[in-house]
């Protein structure tokens, strides 16, 4: 049972446009939701975090949203960079006493220059 | 090291041979997880160490499945008689806290069971 789902497998963006990536999960314990960004042969590195106290949070380009009614959040990237190219993946846990994290499935985003 | 290093990078096997991954953790940290994403599907946990605590093995698919991981650092994750739905990247990651949303990923392992 796919706890954390992302519908979109692939996304394509221009260069300098804003690039949205959606993540929809169905466990209400989740309070804690990470987004990773992964290239190829490399192992997916953290890419920016958000409590479900939060509706939001901004690093530089990078910020996510949460919804917790909707039980959906989503990462923005504004301008959209071609080093941005890589697979997303949207990931949630509870915060303490958790060991693992639940993920989805990624989202293939290509920036055409 | 400077960070998560797994070997081999990549591993081809027939079916019903053994086979065994490597993680190294980086240095210092004490909780150390596998992951394994299988085509089209995202990254499934597998197992949990956290310093001399017995490990958290839920994630393990079958009795096939084991890892330990020895002297609190260097884990090997042995999947026996393997099967062609073992074919996956398995990822190996580490935190120096007990706290997965800190955790640092390797670049995994492909495996693939011809």
């Known amino acids: 049972d796919q706890q954390v789902k992302q519908n979109s497998p692939s996304l394509s963006v221009q260069e300098g446009r804003i690039s949205i990536l959606n993540c929809d999960y169905t466990?209400?314990?989740?309070?804690?939701f990470l987004w990773y960004k992964k290239y190829p042969a490399e192992g997916p590195t953290f890419l920016i975090s958000?409590?479900?106290?939060?509706d939001k949070n901004e690093d530089g380009r990078f910020t996510v949203f949460l919804n917790k009614s909707a039980k959906h959040l989503s990462l923005h990237i504004v301008p959209s960079q071609p080093g941005d190219s890589a697979v997303y993946f949207c990931?949630?846990?509870?915060?303490?006493?958790?060991?693992?994290?639940?993920f989805g499935t990624g989202t293939r985003l290509t920036v055409i220059p | 090291g400077a960070g998560v290093s797994q070997s081999p990078s990549n591993k081809v096997t027939e079916k019903g041979k053994d086979v065994e991954l490597r993680c190294d953790p980086i240095?210092?940290?004490?909780?150390l997880y596998w992951y394994r994403q299988s085509l089209g599907q995202g990254l499934e946990f597998l197992i949990y160490?956290?310093?001399?605590?017995?490990?958290?093995k839920s994630g393990l698919p079958s009795d096939r499945f084991s890892a330990e991981r020895t002297g609190g650092s260097v884990s090997t994750l042995t999947i026996q008689r393997t099967q062609q739905e073992d074919s996956a990247v398995y990822l190996c990651?580490?935190?120096?806290?007990?706290?997965?949303?800190?955790?640092?990923f390797g670049q995994g392992t492909r495996l693939t069971v011809v």
């Open positions: 240095s210092g940290h004490t909780a």
């Open positions: 160490f956290q310093g001399n605590s017995a490990p958290d």
């Open positions: 958000i409590s479900s106290i939060k």
């Open positions: 990651a580490s935190s120096q806290t007990p706290v997965v949303t800190e955790a640092f």
């Open positions: 990931a949630a846990s509870r915060r303490t006493g958790a060991n693992n994290l639940f």
């Open positions: 466990n209400s314990m989740f309070d804690y």
